[in-house]
């Protein structure tokens, strides 16, 4: 058998070291205990490459989802779309990673900031808010980076299945980066060609960046961007733990 990386298997205290594809002597094979015969046939087979491995992965299913084209002279806000989402006076924003999502820096995986998350866009969804995430994205520096991340929120999306939402990143520190306003002023001008005034006071913004304190609880926030992003658009802002868990305010300082 072919291997190129051929497994060792010692054989108990006899010290001998077998090739994978070897065949132990006869004399060593009778000498061996019942575990360790099952151990070499385990560490056999686990030298070749299952067939499933092997496969192709398997493509992320996006569902209705889709990039637009992106915003700004560099092209540095995307901007994503899930299903058809309607231009309302209400906009519930939030930021995407520590907020609605645990932040990772890679994969396309991704798991909610807390489980009750989902249940409660497709509540806003319902109530009439226009759901929008506005995320901060200076790391997606390579095509590959970029590329994983995108795909993952096509896996967002596609466990929204009914949450109409746009989502937009920045993608370098520029005037989109909040706290700068840029974002949301391109938000602004969607609306607008809807014939759609946001209404501030009916808005608000979730987000992580809050420039809170160290708890026993939580690390001290890495900023308090997302905090000043909402004071310079000028609607009411929320940490999670307020927004999603009730928890008292401890940002309004
Ligand atoms: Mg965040």
Same mark, same amino acid.
Request: contains cysteine.
């Given at each position: 058998?072919?291997?190129?990386?051929?497994?060792?298997?010692?054989?108990?205290?006899?010290?001998?070291?077998?090739?994978?594809?070897?065949?132990?002597?006869?004399?060593?094979?009778?000498?061996?205990?019942?575990?360790?015969?099952?151990?070499?046939?385990?560490?056999?087979?686990?030298?070749?490459?299952?067939p499933f491995f092997a496969k192709p992965a398997k493509p992320?299913?996006?569902?209705?989802?889709?990039?637009?084209?992106?915003?700004?002279?560099?092209?540095?806000?995307?901007?994503?779309?899930?299903?058809?989402?309607?231009?309302?006076?209400?906009?519930?924003?939030?930021?995407?990673?520590?907020?609605?999502?645990?932040?990772?820096?890679?994969?396309?995986?991704?798991?909610?900031?807390?489980?009750?998350?989902?249940?409660?866009?497709?509540?806003?969804?319902?109530?009439?808010?226009s759901i929008v995430f506005f995320s901060n994205q200076a790391?997606?520096?390579?095509?590959?980076?970029? +590329? &994983?991340?995108?795909?993952?929120?096509?896996?967002? /999306? #596609?466990?929204? !299945?009914?949450?109409?939402? *746009?989502?937009?990143?920045?993608?370098?520190?520029d005037k989109y980066r909040k706290p700068d306003v840029g974002?949301?002023?391109?938000?602004?001008?969607?609306?607008?060609?809807?014939?759609?005034?946001? +209404? &501030?006071?009916?808005?608000?913004?979730?987000?992580? /960046? #809050?420039?809170? !304190?160290?708890?026993?609880? *939580?690390?001290?926030?890495?900023?308090?961007?997302?905090?000043?992003?909402?004071?310079?658009?000028?609607?009411?802002?929320?940490?999670?733990?307020?927004?999603?868990?009730?928890?008292?305010?401890?940002? &309004?300082?």
């Amino acid at each position: 058998m072919a291997s190129t990386s051929p497994a060792k298997i010692y054989l108990g205290s006899k010290k001998r070291v077998l090739e994978t594809g070897d065949t132990p002597p006869a004399k060593i094979q009778k000498s061996m205990s019942r575990s360790s015969r099952l151990n070499n046939d385990s560490a056999l087979n686990a030298a070749k490459v299952h067939p499933f491995f092997a496969k192709p992965a398997k493509p992320v299913e996006t569902g209705p989802f889709r990039w637009e084209s992106p915003f700004g002279a560099t092209k540095s806000c995307l901007h994503g779309v899930n299903l058809e989402p309607k231009s309302s006076t209400k906009v519930a924003a939030l930021d995407l990673d520590g907020t609605v999502i645990v932040q990772s820096f890679n994969g396309v995986d991704f798991r909610w900031w807390n489980k009750c998350v989902p249940g409660k866009l497709a509540e806003l969804s319902k109530e009439g808010y226009s759901i929008v995430f506005f995320s901060n994205q200076a790391g997606l520096k390579s095509d590959l980076t970029r +590329d &994983k991340w995108k795909k993952k929120v096509g896996s967002i /999306a #596609a466990a929204l !299945p009914d949450v109409p939402f *746009r989502i937009f990143a920045a993608l370098k520190k520029d005037k989109y980066r909040k706290p700068d306003v840029g974002m949301w002023e391109e938000l602004e001008t969607l609306f607008a060609a809807d014939n759609v005034e946001i +209404d &501030k006071s009916a808005s608000f913004f979730v987000g992580d /960046a #809050a420039g809170r !304190p160290k708890t026993a609880k *939580r690390e001290k926030d890495f900023h308090d961007s997302d905090k000043e992003w909402a004071a310079a658009v000028g609607i009411p802002f929320f940490t999670p733990e307020e927004y999603f868990l009730g928890e008292p305010s401890e940002s &309004k300082s």
